[in-house]
């Protein structure tokens, strides 16, 4: 119970003195269809959602042949991920 309390606390500070808005990245599976996304939290407490692509799971070597093009993007999807969490925690190479 303490350590959760702890968790708590640690990720209000963090909210505190966080850079706005926060991204938060997921990834969902609806309808045949697999769904890159992010929720910003902004500053005033509201949020706003972005889909950055979506790629239907394949099943014919059609859907497979237009899977393998979108890779590029999921690529990309990955690479802003790491740049923000890098730019959040203030990490410089």
Do not use: S
């Amino acid at each position: 119970m303490v350590g959760k309390i702890l968790h708590t606390l640690k990720y209000i500070e963090a909210l505190q003195t966080a850079n706005y808005p926060i991204p938060q990245h997921y990834i969902r599976f609806f309808g045949g269809e697999i769904i890159f996304e992010c929720i910003y939290l902004l500053k005033n407490g509201e949020y706003i959602k972005r889909k950055y692509f979506t790629i239907t799971c394949p099943t014919t070597c059609e859907e497979l042949i237009l899977f393998v093009k979108k890779i590029p993007r999921l690529l990309n999807w990955k690479q802003i991920i790491i740049m923000q969490t890098k730019q959040m925690l203030d990490y410089d190479e």
